[in-house]
Nanobody, 126 residues
Framework: QVQLVESGGGLVQAGGSLRLSCAASGRPFSLYHQGWFRQAPGKEREFVAGISRGGGRTSYADSVKGRFTCSRDNAKNTVYLQMNSLKPEDTAVYYC???????????????????WGQGTQVTVSS
């Protein structure tokens, strides 16, 4: 089992920044890929960013490329999502997720992730 707890959400004005954190416990943190997803009211959950086990590979949704950066600190069992130049359309509940499969590719489909955090609300005002 893997337990994930997100933090760092809040209310920010458009153009501002937030850094989300996701603390993991359970299985050894360096053994699984991590992903960030978000879900806005009335919309499906969508992929935001992902990072490989060792942190050497990242992937991003087109809508956040150049604005968001995903990183991880395996010594602290924590993954981060630095969000800059925030827009009102970034408003959503953000979730971190863990993929414990042995595949090398960082997944972008939610169905590939076995464990999920409870989510943290990000609200961007215009």
């Amino acid at each position: 089992q893997v337990q994930l707890v997100e933090s760092g959400g809040g209310l920010v004005q458009a153009g501002g920044s937030l850094r989300l954190s996701c603390a993991a416990s359970g299985r050894p943190f360096s053994l699984y890929h991590q992903g960030w997803f978000r879900q806005a009211p009335g919309k499906e959950r969508e992929f935001v960013a992902g990072i490989s086990r060792g942190g050497g590979r990242t992937s991003y949704a087109d809508s956040v490329k150049g604005r968001f950066t995903c990183s991880r600190d395996n010594a602290k069992n924590t993954v981060y999502l630095q969000m800059n130049s925030l827009k009102p359309e970034d408003t959503a509940v953000y979730y971190c997720a863990a993929d414990t499969s042995l595949l090398s590719v960082v997944p972008e489909r939610a169905q590939r992730y076995e464990f999920w955090g409870q989510g943290t609300q990000v609200t961007v005002s215009s």
